[in-house]
């Protein structure tokens, strides 16, 4: 069974913010423990300042997933509804992520999906012709 755009995102993000999560743990245990023992409000310090700086890391990196996932749901959407410009509402919305997204939800094509018999891909019900075979 294929795996969407969405549900590939999901798993890569989830095997990144597990690693990272864990390399942020370790980072910030080791820098609370460059301190001396007795300075405890240091190391709390130390290890709370490890934590923010991965923080600010890994939003970012879930931005820039989040936007890849978005750009592939738009591409694969817009050629199983038959429009000819899927690369430019891509860069659309690329360039102005939700707005660009909302402009795109509005003004594509509407109707039901519903599954090609000749090549199993997703098309518009009210399309005389699949976009991805060219069969009825």
Do not use: E
């Not at 820039?64 to 959407?77: G, Q």
């Not at 430019?88 to 660009?100: A, D, F, K, P, Q």
């Not at 509005?106 to 019900?125: D, V």
């Amino acid at each position: 069974m294929a795996v969407s755009g969405v549900a590939f995102a999901r798993q890569i993000l989830g095997t990144k913010l597990k690693v990272l999560s864990f390399l942020l743990c370790v980072s910030a245990r080791a820098l609370a423990q460059h301190r001396p023992s007795d300075d405890a409000a240091g190391c709390a310090a130390c290890g709370s300042c490890g934590l923010l700086g991965g923080l600010l890391i890994l939003i970012p990196i879930c931005i820039l997933v989040l936007n890849i996932a978005l750009l592939v749901w738009v591409a694969r959407d817009a050629k199983s509804r038959g429009m000819d410009s899927a690369v430019l509402w891509m860069v659309l919305v690329m360039l102005t992520s939700i707005i660009g997204l909302i402009i795109y939800i509005f003004s594509r094509p509407q109707g039901n999906l519903i599954q090609c018999q000749s090549c199993q891909n997703q098309r518009l019900q009210a399309s005389a012709k699949c976009p991805h075979c060219g069969n009825a």
